[in-house]
């Protein structure tokens, strides 16, 4: 399983603006020496094997966020805030498109991962958002991926808009699944 660079440049951009260029700069200065493949250019096709780039994001976390997982759920309605805002996904979806945003979330999976698949599993007055197949279980891609839903729909105007974790890699189970309160 390999992660495409855009993922990386997405945390980039986000750790920019909230501490800094330079705090960025030094922080990838050190990690390069842990892990060279960040001593390249990473462009948005740039593929990343996948160890490395969690390894990158757990070190991002502890240097940036002490340590709080839930900074990747942060990270994850932040993209959407910015994809759905000002973004590619901009001129894609208008107000109310819950279930067509939901619909295209599979399309956001892949173009930042190269294995595992996510399903949208319609219900009555719900849809599930289920990541499965993943060679490499981890919280990271359960916390962003899922924050990125939860952003796209309170962007699109989710009103009271809740979840249930039916499934999840933090609990030890093989695959993920989401159950937003979306009809």
């Not at 160890?51 to 070190?59: Q, V």
């Not at 709080?68 to 208008?94: C, I, P, T």
């Not at 309170?154 to 039916?166: H, N």
């Not at 933090?170 to 979306?182: A, E, T």
Request: glycine share 10%; charged share 20%; no cysteine.
């Amino acid at each position: 399983m390999e992660v495409k660079g855009v993922a990386f440049l997405a945390r980039q951009q986000m750790t920019v603006q909230t501490h800094g260029e330079q705090a960025w700069k030094d922080f990838v200065a050190e990690f390069k020496k842990k892990e060279p493949v960040f001593g390249q250019p990473i462009l948005p096709v740039t593929r990343i094997p996948v160890d490395a780039f969690l390894r990158f994001n757990e070190e991002l976390l502890n240097r940036f966020y002490g340590g709080d997982r839930n900074a990747w759920w942060h990270f994850g309605v932040k993209s959407a805030e910015y994809a759905l805002g000002q973004g590619q996904l901009k001129s894609m979806f208008a107000p109310g498109d819950f279930r067509r945003f939901l619909y295209f979330t599979p399309g956001i999976w892949k173009g930042y991962f190269t294995a595992g698949e996510m399903e949208v599993m319609p219900g009555q007055g719900y849809t599930d958002l289920h990541i499965l197949k993943v060679p490499k279980p981890h919280v990271y891609f359960e916390m962003s991926v899922m924050g990125f839903g939860f952003g796209g729909l309170s962007s699109l105007g989710a009103r009271d808009l809740q979840y249930e974790v039916i499934k999840s890699f933090s609990k030890g189970d093989p695959d993920v699944i989401y159950r937003f309160n979306v009809a």
